[in-house]
């Protein structure tokens, strides 16, 4: 079965610092692969997907993420954190084989940005 | 264009109850998906409706059902109710199973507390 690991269940920056969420997944044939942002008491908001296009893929907010085959890794990174970006990630997984439209999800990040 | 809806945004049930969510979906979308997110997790899959047909199901047991209505409204029904069923529930919806270029659009989530 496929699945999803999220390496830190909590990340804290610096404002103005590098953002690195990783994220793994575990399946023979690479998926649709996304990011998905969580903000306090809402949905889930698209950050950016990776299709099979180019690996290095561009999402809104200044997100961007790397598909790595070889290390089966889809990793979320900003230049600059901003106060705003405090939130939750999730990065998650759409199998190509499934006939069901069904995402599996990481347990989440919780992304805490310091002044 | 309209977004997803999702209706109570709070609910308080007691154990043994019957609790229905509404969802409806993004305007032209015929597919919807319930994901339920459980305090600290990410959205576990429940079930999927393409055109009023259920089209996959995660690991819930029978008392989690659902419904797909002629405008691709959907319900999810929980019977019997119990402690942890408490949790914030998402609505997806999507146009067609067409793999990743068809993007899930999630509602803001209704969170049931069960007591």
């Known amino acids: 079965a496929q699945s999803v690991t999220q390496l830190g269940s909590h990340v804290s920056v610096s404002e103005g610092a590098l953002v690195l969420l990783r994220c793994n997944y575990s399946s023979s044939v690479p998926p649709y692969l996304f990011w998905y942002v969580q903000y306090p008491n809402q949905g889930l908001q698209l950050l950016l997907k990776y299709t099979s296009a180019a690996t290095l893929v561009k999402g809104i907010n200044g997100f961007e993420a790397e598909f790595k085959k070889s290390e089966t890794s889809f990793h979320l990174t900003k230049p600059s954190a901003h106060m705003s970006d405090a939130a939750e990630y999730f990065c998650a997984v759409l199998p190509r084989t499934s006939g069901t439209y069904k995402y599996i999800f990481g347990t989440g990040t919780r992304l805490k940005v310091l002044a | 264009e309209t977004g997803v809806t999702q209706s109570p945004t709070h609910l308080i049930k007691t154990r043994g109850q019957q609790v229905t969510l509404r969802c409806s979906s993004q305007?032209?979308?015929?597919?919807v998906s319930w994901y339920q997110q459980a305090l600290g997790q990410g959205p576990q899959f429940i079930f999927q409706?393409?055109?009023?047909?259920?089209?996959g199901r995660g690991n819930f047991p029978p008392r989690f059902s659902g419904l797909q209505f002629p405008n691709y409204s959907s319900e999810l029904n929980v019977n019997a109710l119990e402690l942890d069923d408490s949790a914030l529930y998402l609505c997806?919806?999507?146009?067609?199973?067409?793999?990743?270029?068809?993007?899930?659009?999630f509602g803001q989530g209704t969170r049931l507390t069960v007591v």
């Open positions: 305007s032209g979308h015929n597919t």
């Open positions: 409706y393409y055109r009023e047909e259920e089209n």
């Open positions: 997806a919806s999507s146009l067609g199973l067409g793999g990743a270029a068809t993007e899930a659009f």
